[in-house]
């Protein structure tokens, strides 16, 4: 991401040199728009605090003073929530075999999980010699109810599958995955697990095409870090200047250069 958006912003200063356009990307601007973003003010960018809705603000304002087009009607802001599971306790059985929870990894956005051989999960297996981290993949964007097998020479990957877990959409589908050469009769996993909802923002701003307004190049950064943590020399704030306040700014000076030259 920071090597795409230096080269986007190097691109940007060459063709502004060609153009004589330095008044609009310079350093001055470039400098007063990264330092609030990655002000103490803003505590670190992280998502669904006060500090992340301060920066969608600063970000929407600097677009429409570049003049470019909100995402709707007055409202730069497209906004979506989404949800991060924890989980509070799993238990499982195959044919009448009570499993260790550790061997099992249940992943959901849905509070209370109950299921069943009748439930209408589809049965998956991942095979011994077969690539662990592709079957995963493929089976999660089936976005399908399913129970899976995982064969024991993955031991030391299952427990990766808990990184799955983390913060998502929500959705009415589950994935379990059991490790073990099992193909049971009967099987019961019962899970809970606590919900956090985070209220998110994307800040979009439309520079509209005049021979192909239907088509459109998408200029992005992701403007949130990593908030407040462990102290380094007595600072707890992760200001995130170079992740990504500079990819940030990048994109909001590439606004002003399109709208100012009016060339697209």
């Known amino acids: 991401m920071k090597q795409f958006f230096l080269f986007i912003i190097i691109i940007a200063f060459n063709y502004c040199h060609a153009q004589k356009t330095d008044a609009i990307i310079n350093v001055k601007e470039v400098e007063r728009i990264e330092r609030v973003l990655a002000a103490d003010e803003m505590e670190g960018r992280k998502t669904g605090t006060p500090g992340i809705d301060k920066a969608a603000q600063f970000i929407a304002d600097e677009f429409k003073k570049a003049g470019v087009q909100p995402f709707k009607e007055n409202n730069f802001l497209q906004s979506f929530e ?10 499982a059985e195959v044919d009448d075999a009570e499993l260790d929870p550790k061997n099992v990894v249940v992943v959901t956005t849905q509070a209370e999980v109950k299921v069943n051989e009748k439930s209408g999960y589809e049965i998956k297996y991942i095979n011994a010699g077969q690539n662990f981290n592709t079957n ?4 999660m964007r089936e976005k399908k109810n399913a129970i899976v097998f995982v064969d024991t020479s993955f031991t030391r990957n299952f427990s990766r599958l808990n990184g799955l877990k983390r913060q998502s959409f929500k959705t009415d589908n589950t994935v379990v995955f059991i490790l073990g050469n099992y193909k049971p009769k009967e099987f019961t996993i019962k899970a809970e697990h606590t919900i956090e909802q985070s209220k998110l923002a994307n800040v979009v701003g439309i520079i509209h095409g005049k021979s192909k307004p239907n088509e459109y190049v998408i200029f992005s950064a992701h403007h949130d870090h990593i908030g407040i943590g462990k102290p380094v020399n007595g600072d707890s704030i992760y200001n995130g200047a170079n992740d990504d306040a500079a990819g940030t700014t990048a994109v909001i000076m590439l606004a002003n250069y399109f709208k100012t030259v009016n060339n697209n």
Do not use: A, L
């Open 136 to 139: 995963v993949q493929s089976i």
């Open 82 to 91: 989404m949800v991060r599971p924890k989980q509070v306790s799993t238990k």
